[in-house]
């Protein structure tokens, strides 16, 4: 059964940074959009960053307008995980962050969303919490 384990998460104060990490290693094809979501405890689960991965060179990434700034999405190859880095953590980041996964058709200027409908395939997630 595929599985995307993510990790990284934690207890951060106002202001502070953590680095969430989705190991992708087993996914079957090699062409996919990962996608960062979270949940806040009675919200409904939102969409928060993505990339694509294709076939040559850098997928798009796409971010929503509330983590613009602070969040950066990346792909490690070597470790074959997709990286989210978060910086200036807000006690609204709180929540649990799940990664998921769609299979793309691999061509230079696929891009990507951060709908939770679109994506087929979701880890377990990590806690966040951002203390105030």
């Known amino acids: 059964q595929l599985q995307l384990v993510e990790s990284g998460g934690g207890l951060v104060q106002s202001g502070g940074s953590l680095r969430l990490s989705c190991d992708v290693s087993k996914l079957l094809k090699d062409y996919y959009n990962i996608g960062w979501f979270r949940q806040a405890p009675g919200k409904e689960r939102e969409g928060v960053s993505c990339i694509s991965i294709i076939r040559i060179g850098d997928g798009n990434t796409n971010y929503v307008d509330s983590v613009k700034g602070r969040f950066t999405i990346s792909r490690d190859t070597a470790k074959r995980t997709v990286n989210l880095q978060m910086n200036s953590l807000k006690p609204e980041d709180t929540g649990i962050y799940y990664c998921?996964?769609?299979?793309?058709?691999?061509?230079?200027?696929?891009?990507?969303?951060?709908?939770?409908?679109?994506?087929?395939?979701w880890g377990q997630g990590t806690q966040v919490t951002v203390s105030s």
């Open positions: 998921a996964a769609v299979q793309n058709p691999g061509y230079p200027g696929t891009r990507c969303g951060v709908s939770v409908a679109e994506y087929h395939y």
